[in-house]
């Protein structure tokens, strides 16, 4: 009986070893698909264009004996601003609030506070680049004495950014296929794109004069900006 449970254990393990086999050999020889292959190539590209948005910082600064007679003056002034340009066809949308500020005027010997200063700062995006000299003079002539300087970008639909991007896929395809080429292999659809940088607005330092005036209005000349940018793209090879 000895005999017979040990011949029967040997079928078994037999049997065990001849099912996992298959499975071993099956794994064994999978190789990588064709399909699975890919190539990634950085493109870059850049263009010149002149901007379309424009961001300029103006505010009112007023001092009193008292700090609710600052504030109340601030607020004043900043009304009158905030119509005038209102009614210059800015919306609400373009004018932000950026600073809000109450501080004390120390005496010369700084041991007592002679009065108070109030400050409100705000940004007015203007879209017509012919407007941003006028928008500043007419801020002016309503009480605006704060200026933070002019930003110009290019807006989110503006055509050059789209360019731009369309010129860096194309110089990633040229070094792809390229690259494919060499490696005796084809380029073939698109797996993945990613944009690696984005351009940022261009600061555009000008001092403002504050002094409106119909007969000579504030210069302001739009500088050209630079757009570059980049992409990462995945083609798949054949």
């Not at 990634?40 to 010149?48: E, F, L, Y």
């Not at 609400?92 to 005496?107: E, G, H, I, Q």
């Not at 004069?209 to 302001?220: C, G, L, R, Y």
């Not at 000349?221 to 793209?233: A, D, L, M, Y």
Request: aromatic content about 2%; hydrophobic content about 45%.
């Amino acid at each position: 009986m000895k005999r017979i449970g040990l011949v029967l254990a040997g079928v078994l393990v037999g049997a065990v070893v001849a099912l996992q086999a298959p499975s071993l050999a099956q794994s064994s020889s999978t190789a990588p698909s064709t399909q699975d292959r890919t190539i990634t190539v950085s493109g870059t590209a850049s263009i010149n264009a002149k901007p379309d948005q424009a961001d300029v910082s103006l505010g009112v600064h007023t001092q009193a004996g008292t700090a609710q007679d600052a504030m109340d003056q601030n607020a004043a002034k900043m009304n009158q601003v905030l119509a005038a340009l209102k009614k210059l066809g800015i919306g609400d949308a373009d004018l932000a609030t950026t600073n809000v500020s109450l501080d004390p005027v120390w005496s010369s010997n700084g041991n007592s506070i002679v009065g108070y200063q109030a400050e409100n700062t705000i940004d007015v995006t203007v879209h017509d680049m012919g407007q941003v000299g006028k928008v500043i003079d007419t801020a002016v002539g309503a009480g605006a004495n704060l200026a933070g300087g002019i930003t110009f970008s290019l807006s989110d639909q503006n055509q050059g950014l789209d360019q731009a991007l369309a010129k860096a896929v194309q110089d990633a395809r040229g070094k792809a296929d390229a690259m494919a080429a060499a490696a005796q292999a084809q380029v073939g659809q698109v797996v993945k794109i990613d944009e690696t940088a984005q351009p940022g607005p261009q600061p555009y330092d000008q001092r403002v004069a504050f002094a409106a005036s119909e007969a000579a209005p504030t210069p302001v000349n739009p500088p050209t900006i630079k757009t570059q940018v980049s992409v990462s793209v995945t083609w798949a090879l054949s």
